[in-house]
């Protein structure tokens, strides 16, 4: 990593005039086109943006999996310029490993860090309870319901309590009153924690419902349309999102960003 410059007051990650084409440098090949934001550290920041804009991309960036065509990503004030350990990411998928009961699935990370065996048992099951997972930590990823899965992977990357949490669309699959009992789990664990999250979702209700700021993306070559803060206090009652003082103003000037970065035929 090389270093720029780093205070407390550096975001979490930066994203400075970044410019991102796959296999090649033609306008066509052209995925992100001076991308700039900053997510701050201890807050939830979301992406939302059109299918295909290259949402995923940012956090494939940010996991240093993929380098920028131009501009930086920087965590800290360090240019990620190779496979960044200091973040977590949870998958759309939940990418449990089967052979693995939950538990060893949540101890897997701390043990390939060495954390001794009494050790990495106790942190295991303390985040399995805050997730109403203790009970089901002897059975197998097969065993649990999509929900239940969710929680255990999120658990398994929050765990070893990585500096930054990426999620890619984590709760696309689910039902809606699952999603809704896991947003309220989730804001729960970051109070707890005020761990730094950066979250990409197609769901405007989600971003509104999870996020300190939105970050609003055009269709590709993608730009950064619109930054737009969220006023939600917190806590928040996920369950009644919509009765929020200041929800229905967020919905109104997203949906005004979003809406045109759809195709409508
Ligand atoms: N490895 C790759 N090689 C070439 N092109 C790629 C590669 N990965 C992604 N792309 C292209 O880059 C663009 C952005 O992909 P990305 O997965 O970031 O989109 P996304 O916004 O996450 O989409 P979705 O909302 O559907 O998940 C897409 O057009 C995709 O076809
Ligand atoms: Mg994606």
Redesign the pocket.
Known sequence: MTMIEASNEDPALAFSRVKLA??GQGNDAL?LDHVSFDVMPGQITTVV?P???????LLRLAAGLIRASGGHVLQHGRVIDGLNTKVGFVTQESNLFPWLTTLGNVEFPLAIRGVPKKERRERAMSWLQMVGLDGFENHYPSQLSGGMQKRAAIVRTLVYEPEVVLFD?PFGALDAQTRMSLHHQLLQLWHNRRNTMFF?T?DLVEAITLSDQVVVMTR?PARIKEIVKVPLKRPRNVFEIFLEPGFDETYAALWKHFKGEIKQN
């Open positions: 796959y296999g995925i943006g299918s295909g804009c290259g949402k995923t991309t669309e990409i197609h590709r």
